[in-house]
């Protein structure tokens, strides 16, 4: 796959007749061009949004975005849609670009300007470090590292790098001088006025679990069990529809509590003392499609094939959508990154939205991002965050390729361990 400027306004082709099989080859190889085609060109990283907005230009990069694209990457590689020396040479791109760029205490922030490295402030005081979004990049090159694993002087260059940036991420600073909780953000003009903690349960699971195996800066297991597991929304245990949901807000919240930090950490056997994570993300799974599926508010299209709620793109804006949050908007992303989950209801999600509603939905990098039938509304964006997850989260149904990578690190290893987690991927032997 070579990149393709002229990707955006051309109409890929749809094809009826394709077997499960060949469809997820297409949708995961339409979706991965938003991270190949579209990416930067001058740094490499994912833009942002593929539409210009009032707030942020084509010039804004995401940091966790391209974690996720970092891992898109390797399954293009694994598929063959990519060639292993093409895709060293974006990563490169890519990290040596991240060595120059605004970082706090080794920490980077949520948007960087592709063309200058320079920070892009998220908002008016969140303009610093942001651990969260950090963890999602530190994942996906983690993966890089391990995946490019020859002997060759490119990819020995491309670890090097990646292991230097990894080193000096200090999370312990984001105790704020030894809390038992992380903070999410730091700013050179505001400091800690942010004041997020970072408290269970959402989609920061991977960010302890870095920060508890970090080669430097580790965390202690205390502000793991006594910050992480004691938010607010951490334990759940009511029943919706029949199904039971280990932790988590009312309704479950947006599915990509379910998928983020599941885009590398294995939930399959993977639980600790307070939950089975493969029986979590089932649930949460489940429990948003049977909440589409029961539509309460009477919205227009939902169903069985139409389904799948969480933060995208929304007629008046972007939007944490859910049970609790529900204004008529289907993300694709939801359904789709759920298929290790739920694989034939994600399925016929997916056809219903390739075959059914395709004219509407079907573009350039895959599926747009969001659309509500009840407001006749269809985004024009594609965004990372969401594209990222479809091709990583089929991969892992798939192959378990992106699982087994960094499950594979023995820094994961360490600090699940740390951390008190069983898994049958905490082994002393390879990853196979």
Sequence with gaps: MRPDTTARSRRPERPADLDDEALLDLVQRQTLRYFWDFAHPACGLARERSNVTAKYGLEAVTTGGSGFGAMAIIAGVARGWIGRAEAVERLWTMARFLLKADSYHGVWPHFLNGDTGRTIPFSRKDDGADLVETSFLIAGLLCARQYFDGTGEEEARLRAAIDWMWREVEWDWHTRDGRNVLTWHWSPNNGWSMNHEIRGWNECLITYVLAAGAPRYAISPEAYHRGWAEGRDFANGRTYDGITLPLGPDGGGPLFLAHYSFLGLDPRGLRDRYADYWQQNVAHARV?????????????????????????????????????????????????????????????????????????????????????????????????????????????????????????????????????????????????
């Design 288 to 432: 948003n499609r049977a909440y589409c599926i029961d539509n309460p508010k009477g919205f227009r299209g939902y169903g069985p094939d139409c389904w799948g709620l969480t933060a995208s793109d929304s007629v008046q804006g972007y939007d944490a959508h859910s049970p609790t949050n529900d204004l008529g908007v289907i993300s694709p992303t939801a359904a789709l990154a759920s298929y290790p989950y739920t694989p034939e209801a994600s399925m016929q999600a997916l056809r219903h939205f390739h075959h059914g509603l395709g004219d509407r939905l079907w573009g350039a990098y895959g599926f747009i991002d969001a659309f509500s039938e009840t407001a006749d509304w269809y985004a024009d964006s594609y965004l990372a965050i969401d594209q990222g997850p479809i091709v990583v989260m089929i991969e892992n149904a798939r192959s378990g390729l992106l699982w087994k990578l960094l499950m594979s690190c023995p820094e994961t290893r360490h600090g699940l361990r740390r951390l008190d987690f069983e898994s049958p991927r905490l082994t002393d032997g390879p990853v196979s």
